[in-house]
């Protein structure tokens, strides 16, 4: 992995998980807090997503828009789990 790939792979989890705290409300972790549950949200869509049939394509917005799904589903476990 290539420094400019990692640049955007940190740049694309700090939006994912900025995008998934506005979403869910009271969570916000800040810069690092963000881009980790950015980063696991991508990962967690990756499994997810396609299981269910849905794609959104190429390209940085798809991108986005997919870590950011994984980042809310993230979110509302960690949110149930707090609740137990």
Same mark, same amino acid.
């Given at each position: 992995? #290539?420094?400019?790939?990692? +640049?955007?792979?940190? &740049?694309? *989890? @700090? ?12 969570? #916000?972790?800040? &810069?690092? *807090?963000? =881009?980790?549950?950015?980063? =696991? *949200? @991508? ?15 190429? #390209? +940085? ?11 809310? =589903?993230?979110?509302?476990? +960690? %949110? &149930?789990? %707090?609740?137990?």
């Amino acid at each position: 992995m #290539g420094i400019e790939s990692l +640049i955007i792979l940190l &740049l694309i *989890g @700090a939006i994912a998980g900025w995008l998934a705290g506005q979403l869910v409300s009271g969570y #916000g972790y800040g &810069l690092i *807090g963000n =881009i980790v549950v950015g980063i =696991i *949200g @991508a990962v967690v869509a990756g499994f997810v997503l396609p299981a269910v049939g849905l794609d959104f394509g190429g #390209g +940085i917005i798809a991108t986005i828009i997919h870590a950011t799904i994984g980042a809310v =589903i993230l979110l509302f476990l +960690i %949110k &149930l789990v %707090k609740r137990v």
